[in-house]
């Protein structure tokens, strides 16, 4: 054989074996992120949607599908041995596709409100434990005069596992403060999943008590939406869908996840976060935050309006 024969041949061989070396990586990548796929859609299937008897999720499909604007109550759930737990957080997220916006509108847990099924009137974070998330929903609908589309009850110490899992966030905050060990300056600050979990809880230390801390959790959300939405690794995916498995209940299934996912993802290029304003009194001996109807109607607005 000619040495210019035995070379080409050398050569097709080489580009033969590159291109078995690589279709068969492709093939495996292929089978990876197949298996995430999978992994994530039983998850969802198997742990996570949970339906409930006052949302009509068909609302909400039709108005995914039509790129409409969506209300979700997000509740954070502080759970306990033993115990239905109560929300720690109650927030309503309005979308809306159209405009690219997103609206994080947060209700002081000690606000009194008519517990819907119960009622009585009653500080509006005690509607879960007296009722889980049907009478949640309930209550802020009708509190807020609106139309919830779909809820969505976390655990509060899942908040800070998200975090691990998106690999750390990233917030601006606006008070320096030290808490357990960790120090958190001022400005825009990288946090841990570990950090996460003081940063979220600190209260004392902060002028505005609750409602500072109830800033600081809108912060931790937006920074893991901003965080989840860009993340290139099919890996951390999967992590993400384990700790939403483990931590996280909703009456959206898998379909309604991966139309929000595609339809409302520039949402969050336009975030406002609001915390409804009132005032603190005692009735028979008990502290209430009391809001009035000037508020509630103007935080209607802004929800109707976005």
Known sequence: MKRSQYKKKSKKSWIKGLLVIVLLLMAGSGAFI????HNAKQTVANKITQPVDSIDTTIGKKKVKDQEP???LLLGVDERENDAGRSDAMMVLSLNPKQDSMELVSIPRDTR??????????KIN?????GGVDMSVNTVEKFLDIELDYYVRLNMEGLTELVGAVGGITVDNEIEFTRKGYHYP???????????LDYVRMRKQDPNGDFGRNERQRKVIKGIIDKGASIGSVSKIDDIVQVLGNNMASNMDFEDMQNLLLNYRDTR?????YQMQGSGTKIDGIYYYVINDEEIDKVKEMINSN
């Open 34 to 37: 197949y298996s995430i796929y």
């Open 269 to 273: 290029k336009n975030v406002t976060t």
């Open 113 to 122: 409100a008519e517990i819907v099924g119960k009622g009585t009137e009653d």
């Open 126 to 130: 005690h509607a879960y434990a007296f």
């Open 70 to 72: 969506l209300n979700v």
């Open 186 to 196: 001022l400005g825009e600050i990288q946090l841990s999943q570990e950090e996460t």
